[in-house]
């Protein structure tokens, strides 16, 4: 497709599962974000790759979350043993700029809802 | 670091009523701004953006003037719709690799 792909839609899962959340960027895009967005605030910076290298993971809330982007196309969020406090919606964007090149804008994909009971 | 102040909402307007949805930054020098948009059930995407001082954006009947006096970035429009309906969030460069959002603005337009 034509934008920025996250699967699954939307995600329960019991606490202490592991999850992994999906996101196909645009093809050709070298930057890729991915974000968290609590109920009724704005998105919170998760993590950063440039291709395939991770350039900044410093908005991981710890280290049961882990990021990757091995061939710099298709990434995967993954959060182990989930907690209450990770229900939130997660939004991947990309950009063909580069960070740092901010005249440009974010594409970002309609968010993959997780839900921890 | 870098951070913008965003208008509460939520914002309940008639149609054809004119908004302005108020924003305000701190940053370190003169950073683009922007304006994203999130319609129901979408993801996010830019409305409009000010790459310096002095300039305004504007799309769909949407402005907003970087003004580094009042270090302000408020977004408007003439005459809303229903369509309009939606989250808008203001948003900046922060350090790094990040990208600062506000809390968003829940807009409601009646008929």
């Known amino acids: 497709g034509a934008g920025v792909s996250q699967s699954p839609r939307y995600k329960v899962a019991k606490r202490g599962q592991d999850v992994a959340l999906r996101c196909d960027p645009i093809?050709?895009?070298?930057?890729l974000f991915w974000y968290q967005q609590a109920l009724g605030q704005g998105p919170e910076f998760l993590t950063y790759?440039?291709?395939?290298?991770?350039?900044?993971k410093s908005g991981l809330p710890s280290d049961r979350f882990f990021a990757e982007r091995p061939e710099g196309s298709v990434s995967t969020l993954k959060i182990q043993r989930t907690q209450q406090e990770d229900s939130a919606v997660y939004l991947c964007?990309?950009?063909?700029?580069?960070?740092?090149?901010?005249?440009?804008?974010?594409?970002f994909g309609e968010g993959s809802r997780l839900t921890v009971l | 670091g870098n951070s913008v102040t965003q208008m509460e909402g939520p914002v309940t307007l008639s149609e054809e009523a004119f908004l302005t949805i108020n924003c305000t930054y701190t940053?370190?020098?003169?950073?683009?701004l922007f304006w994203y948009v999130q319609y129901p059930g979408e993801g996010l995407q830019l409305l409009l953006k000010?790459?310096?001082?002095?300039d305004k954006g504007s799309n769909k009947g949407f402005e907003a003037t970087y003004r580094k006096e009042t270090t302000s970035f408020h977004l408007e429009k003439g005459s809303v719709q229903v369509s309009d309906s939606a989250v808008y969030f203001c948003?900046?460069?922060?350090?790094?690799?990040?990208?600062?959002f506000g809390t968003g603005t829940s807009l409601t337009v009646i008929p």
């Open positions: 964007a990309s950009s063909q700029g580069l960070a740092g090149e901010w005249t440009g804008e974010l594409f």
């Open positions: 093809s050709g895009h070298v930057s």
């Open positions: 790759f440039q291709n395939e290298a991770q350039l900044d």
């Open positions: 940053a370190t020098g003169y950073p683009s």
């Open positions: 000010a790459t310096k001082a002095d």
């Open positions: 948003a900046l460069p922060n350090t790094g690799n990040q990208f600062y």
